[in-house]
T-cell receptor, first 110, second 117 residues
């Protein structure tokens, strides 16, 4: 059974903290994605990676960075968390058309 | 620019009835894919159905069918015989393929479906 896991379901951080969101997939997929989901806006792509150590900006990369040191792991980093980064974060992986999603991390920045 | 539009923020349907969730898209690419995902209150995104832009027939998966009208750029999801467990958020998405073999998905804002007994 295919699986994408995310390190936390719920996370509460303070403004200015550095935040790491981890995503791991066990399907040997080349492509991995980070989205944020906000009411009325759907899912918006933050960053994606099509290979180890390769990354591309999505539609809303400002305030975020990513790291992909191993094929199965894709990390999203908030260098200095701000309240407008309070959101649901979804990780996905794919090898072609269909993307498989993790359960999501609901991040609250106080 | 590519765009997905879901004009129904919320829909209600009676159990066992059929319901159509609307999706229109805008793209100038000749090759693209259209997806529907379901997101229950637990948060996970569940893939439901896929339609390729060159597919001649409408996609079907069990109780789900995709009403693909290419000239109108619409890809509506039809759920037949609704069940209480169908209550969820539904997202329409469109993919664009790149030469490296990966694709990006563009999502609509979503439609929240409530199934009433």
């Amino acid at each position: 059974d295919v699986k994408v896991t995310q390190s936390s379901r719920y996370l509460v951080k303070r403004t200015g903290e550095k935040v790491f969101l981890e995503c791991v997939q066990d399907m040997d997929h080349e492509n991995m994605f980070w989205y944020r989901q906000d009411p009325g806006l759907g899912l918006r792509l933050i960053y994606f990676s099509y290979d180890v150590k390769m990354k591309e900006k999505g539609d809303i990369p400002e305030g975020y960075s990513v790291s992909r040191e191993k094929k199965e792991r894709f990390s999203l980093i908030l260098e200095s968390a701000s309240t407008n980064q309070t959101s649901m974060y979804l990780c996905a992986s794919s090898t072609g058309d269909e993307q498989f999603f993790g359960p999501g991390t609901r991040l609250t920045v106080l | 620019a590519q765009k997905i539009t879901q004009t129904q923020p919320g829909m209600f349907v009676q159990e066992k009835e059929a319901v159509t969730l609307d999706c229109t898209y805008d793209t100038s690419d000749p090759s693209y894919g259209l997806f529907w995902y379901k997101q229950p209150s637990s948060g996970e995104m569940i893939f439901l159905i896929y339609q390729g832009s060159y597919d001649q027939q409408n996609a079907t998966e069990g109780r789900y069918s995709l009403n693909f009208q290419k000239a109108r750029k619409s890809a509506n999801l039809v759920i037949s015989a609704s069940q209480l467990g169908d209550s969820a958020m539904y997202f329409c998405a469109m993919s664009r393929s790149f030469s490296g073999g990966y694709n990006k998905l563009i999502f609509g804002a979503g439609t929240r479906l409530a199934v009433h007994p």
